[in-house]
């Protein structure tokens, strides 16, 4: 922002609070601390303040509460726009721990755990009666086996 947009942002939030001073001095003081943010966020930052507080503007708390909703800001279009494009083995390399054995061990003990904790009875490997995966006619398993509570 220049220091005429400063000051004419000052001028605007000397509008709904007097307190707020127009001077060179304290446009100068809000110019370091708020000037590099857009004039919408920054209004969009006050009518907030004064909706939520009747103190006087600090521009170190108007600079703390811009920087906060121009992360929020672009935490939402990040959001809204999904992940970037991938390289070729990004979807290998979610999956790949599956085929770890530390990683199937470490599993096994925490379902043998949860099953001890909650009075479930269990085949030792941490499988109950009801989760253990069923093997079909033509033999193939009907759930995922490798999946199970965790």
Known sequence: MTPEDVHGFLAWVNQHDPRVET?????????????????????????????????????????RLAMSEVERREARQRALEGPKEQGPGFEKALRSHLNDPEF???????????????????????????????????????????????
């Not at 446009?27 to 209004?43: C, H, I, P, Q, Y």
């Open 104 to 150: 199937q061990r470490i599993r096994m003990e925490a379902r043998v755990r949860w099953c001890e904790t909650h009075d479930v009875e269990h085949d030792g490997d941490g499988w109950t009666a009801a989760d253990r995966p069923t093997t079909a006619r033509d033999g193939r398993t009907t759930a995922l086996d490798d999946l199970g509570r965790f």
């Open 23 to 63: 001077s060179p001095v304290n446009v100068e003081v809000w110019g370091r601390a708020v000037g590099t943010f857009d004039n919408m966020v920054l209004k969009d930052v006050m009518l907030d303040y004064f909706a939520r507080s009747g103190e006087k503007p600090a521009p170190s708390e108007i600079r």
